[in-house]
């Protein structure tokens, strides 16, 4: 799904995949979600949505979801129109240059993360590479190099170091041995207080780079509030220990960070350059927020009742149809279930946090790079050796739970409230330049029919058509 760009090829793995994994756990799911309803009335929730919810404490959470999202449409359209020109030079007639695209084109099984077609949709393709990936290979990258090179970053702005401990139980890359293991990454707190892990089957690129120091954020987070009690070893809310990972990674992919590691030859502040770094961090981050809101969506229609098992699927293209602006490569019925074939959704796994962290990592950010002294843009700065920075991260990190996710907030942001005023503040360039560049080539912003067509008994649904009908589409 990555490398590709034979069409057919691609449609044939997305439909094998669904075809092999969602199918089968249809049944499974419906079981699922009869229990997961069952535990939550039990613990005086209407539903096992509403109890997902109710962890962030705010009363209309959906509501200032779609009040930050409604901030980043226009930037979300703008790359989303970009994308699609782009991909039509290797796809041609199978991209609509004013519909859909193709969800099978996307970069990865599910068209969570665009950051894998970046070589595709590069504006810039003649200025250095920043996909470091080829000179890692030739400077002789090992998984365990990459490992020792994130710890150092976190010890560098005076964090604590991963324990000896951490290094003899994790599994970093896959075994040799036989052992069928699950490589999907994950950061394990084992709950004694010093036996952290992180289990992933880590390959020498860019992506896996980038990876592990965001894996390494969900260790730190366990080692700055072990000693907290139990109940509040955990992040601020949901979407904390996500953004803390994050936050680490937009420093780490910066030109200025990976010239002083030695994987750029120069650091050369360069228009182009910044663009091309923009964009490749755009389709990871901007090109997955519609798909995080429209799962969650979803589930939350299931889980409430709203939407009868014999619809599910109909639903779910509907959602990501309009709210997401893809569609199946070929015609989905009610005998596939493509949502079964979903990491997340079949390990119970809530998706709003990942939502809600895209926007928390960029105020982090700001925040941090102020105590660092940053000067200069946004999307420039690296927090690499900055004490300052570290000493600013700890005073969050060490609350865990222990405070309301308001205080962790203004503990290292100085506010109290989820704002995108930062992520779109890092992007401001991009945008410009996407508007400049679409209104060039005469591109389409949005895509056919990109209104919702909501079902009037779900909470979510009606903010979601209240906000669609406002900007056309996402």
């Excluded at 289990?199 to 907290?228: A, P, S, W």
């Excluded at 420039?380 to 004490?387: A, G, L, T, V």
Aim: proline share 5%.
């Amino acid at each position: 799904m990555a490398k590709s760009t034979d069409y057919e090829e691609l449609k044939w793995a997305w439909v094998g995949f669904r075809d092999a994994v969602g199918r089968a756990n249809k049944p499974h799911y419906i079981r699922y979600v009869e229990l997961a309803n069952e535990i939550a009335m039990a613990n005086g929730h209407p539903d096992q949505g509403a109890y997902w919810r109710s962890k962030y404490e705010v009363e209309d959470l959906e509501g200032d979801a779609y009040k930050i999202y409604q901030r980043i449409l226009p930037l979300y359209k703008q790359l989303h129109a970009y994308v699609r020109r782009k991909l039509s030079i290797y796809y041609g007639e199978e991209i609509d240059l004013k519909g859909r695209l193709p969800a099978c084109v996307l970069g990865d099984m599910w068209g969570r993360f665009w950051g894998q077609i970046y070589r595709l949709v590069v504006p810039y393709p003649d200025t250095p590479n920043i996909d470091v990936t080829d000179e890692m290979v030739k400077q002789g990258y090992t998984p365990e190099r990459m490992f020792n090179m994130t710890d150092e970053f976190f010890t560098s702005c005076g964090l604590i170091p991963a324990p000896q401990e951490f290094w003899d139980h994790s599994l970093i890359k896959k075994p040799s041995d036989g052992r069928e293991v699950v490589c999907h990454p994950s950061a394990l707190d084992l709950l004694n207080g010093k036996d952290f892990r992180i289990k992933m089957c880590t390959e020498v690129n860019m992506f896996y780079f980038l990876i592990i120091h965001h894996e390494f954020g969900h260790i730190q987070y366990y080692l700055q509030y072990k000693d907290l009690p139990l109940i509040f070893r955990d992040g601020a809310n949901n979407g904390f220990h996500e953004a803390v990972g994050e936050v680490i990674s937009l420093s780490v992919g910066t030109p200025k960070h990976l010239f002083e590691v030695g994987l750029l030859e120069e650091n050369i502040e360069d228009e182009e350059i910044d663009i091309n770094f923009l964009l490749k961090t755009a389709l990871n981050t901007i090109g997955t927020l519609p798909f995080s809101l429209a799962l969650e969506q979803w589930r939350y229609d299931v889980f409430a009742g709203k939407v009868d098992q014999d619809n599910w699927m109909k639903r779910w293209w509907e959602l990501k149809e309009t709210v997401v602006g893809v569609r199946p490569p070929v015609e989905r019925t009610e005998q596939d279930f493509d949502p079964g074939a979903m990491f997340h959704i079949t390990i119970d796994y809530p998706f709003l946090g990942y939502f809600l962290r895209t926007i928390m990592q960029f105020q982090f950010h700001k925040a941090l790079c102020e105590a660092a002294g940053h000067t200069g843009p946004l999307h420039r700065c690296d927090i690499y050796r900055s004490k300052e920075a570290g000493s600013k991260l700890t005073q969050m990190l060490r609350m865990g739970k222990s405070k309301p996710w308001r205080d962790a907030m203004e503990a290292i942001t100085g506010q109290r409230e989820m704002s995108a005023d930062a992520i779109m503040e890092y992007y401001a360039p991009l945008m410009e330049w996407l508007e400049k560049t679409n209104a060039e080539n005469e591109e389409y912003i949005g895509w056919d029919g990109d209104s919702a067509r909501p079902n009037s008994a779900s909470v979510l649904l009606l903010v979601i058509s209240a906000f669609v009908w406002y900007f056309s589409g996402p």
